[in-house]
């Protein structure tokens, strides 16, 4: 018998699948438990709508990233820090000091674990730095940390 799932089963299938259980398993416990339902055109049909759905709102996702990546790259972002006479750096600029700067600057709001630094910067002068915005979109900017 052909059930789609509502929830996810260990060992049997994910959410919204389609799988073939044996008439029994689908009775006296996929049915009565509501963790799925039949397989029927009806049922089919609204499935099918609600991954186009999906797909189309993913769509949609990835070209606000593709238009957010975009003014990224025209950005330069100036950061201001105290710092000693050798360029070195009071502290450090992080991720968060960089996401808030985005948005208080140029109303771009990132998540601070999407910008991929791999320790805070603590030295003067310009880096590109890369923000994962969707999957297969990055954004690069440019930050320039200058002294006060």
């Known amino acids: ?79 201001k820090v105290k710092s000693g006479e050798n360029g070195k750096i009071f502290g450090g600029v992080s991720s968060k000091e960089i996401a808030q700067e985005l948005e208080k600057d140029y109303k771009i709001v990132v998540d601070k674990k999407k910008i991929e630094l791999k320790e805070t910067i603590k030295t003067l002068g310009v880096r590109t730095i890369e923000i994962r915005l969707f999957e297969g979109v990055t954004g690069k900017v440019k930050v320039d940390i200058i002294p006060e």
């Not at 055109?41 to 990546?69: G, H, I, P, T, W």
């Open 1 to 79: 018998m052909k059930v789609i799932l509502k929830a996810d089963i260990k060992g049997v299938g994910k959410k919204d699948e389609v799988i073939n259980a044996s008439d029994g398993y689908a009775r006296n416990f996929l049915f009565p438990k509501n963790l799925a339902v039949d397989a029927n055109k009806e049922n089919m049909a609204k499935l099918k709508a609600k991954q186009d759905s999906a797909k189309f709102q993913k769509n949609q996702e990835k070209e606000e990233a593709l238009k957010v990546a975009d003014k990224l790259s025209k950005i330069l972002l100036k950061i």
